[in-house]
């Protein structure tokens, strides 16, 4: 993988303790259009894994997952690309259901062609027989955690064509230069540890694989709190604390633009044995993530409090759904490798999710306020 020729430095400055009060088109949920469609012509490439893999304009795929936020895209575009798709599931949740913005039409239309395999994923041996007896070409894993979850996978399936992995960019190393850059060093003792030795594992098996590192994921049915978390306060008309200077910058990409991302990797020889960053185009602090929220849901301009976490004893509740540092990634490698390019800037992806999701009165979460209640408890009390 090429290094990068430059790099941010960013300088992270010691943020005051004292509780401050700052001055303050909707998307069809179904239709997400590909900029850069994946013409499939039948050819034949080597890996450096020494594997023969095949593009043709159909393929047999399986998705472990698919019934939550990432897979629920991805497995519309697969079957709008026309490829014959497996979800591998639990059961605990429909396999299928109408999304808000999508015809029936478009709905019997997806749900008549998608197949369900039942089952655990950590129940091995079943794994490994009722993959064995399917034997499909390209596997998407969007919700592996360990690499012991995917060597039954690979034992399964030794004709498998693509590997395509989503990861994180929470496996990289904590680091005063960014954004980072997929050559970067990564963190062994990261929480999403699980997902880097799951990378180790596919590039010692020398298959055809492909990883998605994506930074914060929002957009329409985000099982995560993310931009619901101030929709929450938004929409209860309540101030929004912020730790420390709110000056932070992060990163967020729609989910949208990550399901195109998957597609443009599949079959694609430029993504074979590679990692990409995959995200919003612009960086975002944390205060500007606030605004952006309440001008993509109609609000008024916010009132934010920032305060030291350190003088706050929150016991195991999180009272911040992003982690207090600088935290955002390039996906300049994605760009000009793959040619793809997120459709959503972040005001329209924010007003995306609320309109199709949080706006219909829909969320994931009840609103908690009491770890707001102790902070605005002790900001807000005059001097």
């Known amino acids: 993988m090429a290094m990068a020729t430059s790099r941010l430095v960013v300088v992270q400055q010691k943020q005051p303790s004292s509780c401050l009060l700052p001055p303050s088109s909707l998307s069809d949920f179904y239709g997400i259009r590909l900029k850069h469609p994946i013409q499939y012509k039948r050819k034949e490439w080597q890996t450096r894994g020494a594997l023969q893999v ?6 047999k795929i399986l998705i472990m997952g698919g019934t939550r936020f990432i897979g629920i895209f991805l497995s519309r575009l697969l079957v709008k690309e026309g490829h014959q798709l497996t979800l591998f599931t639990r059961g605990k949740a429909p396999i299928s259901q109408p999304l808000p913005g999508e015809s029936e039409q478009d709905y019997l239309d997806f749900s008549s062609k998608i197949s369900h395999l039942k089952g655990d994923r950590k129940d091995y041996d079943f794994v490994k027989t009722s993959l064995a007896a399917e034997g499909f070409d390209v596997v998407y894993d969007i919700n592996g955690r360990e690499a012991e979850e995917v060597e039954p996978i690979l034992e399964a399936l030794p004709k498998l064509e693509q590997y395509i992995y989503c990861s994180s960019a929470g496996v990289y190393l904590k680091s005063d230069l960014l954004p980072h850059f997929e050559s970067d060093a990564v963190d062994p003792k990261s929480r999403h540890k699980g997902k880097l030795e799951t990378e180790s594992l596919l590039v010692s098996k020398g298959v055809n694989w492909t990883s998605l590192r994506p930074v914060y994921i929002y957009g329409p049915l985000n099982y995560n709190p993310v931009e619901e978390w101030f929709f929450h306060r938004l929409k209860a008309g309540r101030p929004i604390p912020i730790p420390n200077s709110g000056n932070q910058i992060t990163q967020l990409g729609h989910v949208k633009d990550l399901a195109t991302a998957f597609i443009n990797v599949l079959g694609n020889d430029k993504a074979s044995q590679q990692v990409f960053n995959i995200s919003g185009d612009k960086y975002v602090t944390f205060d500007g993530l606030a605004r952006a929220c309440a001008k993509a849901g109609g609000f008024p301009e916010p009132e934010l409090v920032h305060y030291n976490p350190k003088e706050f004893d929150f016991g195991k509740k999180k009272a911040f759904p992003f982690r207090d540092q600088h935290f955002f990634a390039s996906i300049e490698k994605a760009k000009s490798e793959l040619g793809w390019k997120p459709e959503y800037d972040l005001v329209k992806g924010l007003t995306d999710s609320y309109n199709l ?20 408890e002790k900001c807000l009390v005059p001097q």
């Open 54 to 59: 095949k593009a043709s304009a159909a393929k």
């Open 357 to 376: 999701d949080f706006g219909k009165g829909t969320f994931r979460k009840a609103a908690d306020f009491s770890t707001d209640d102790m902070i605005l």
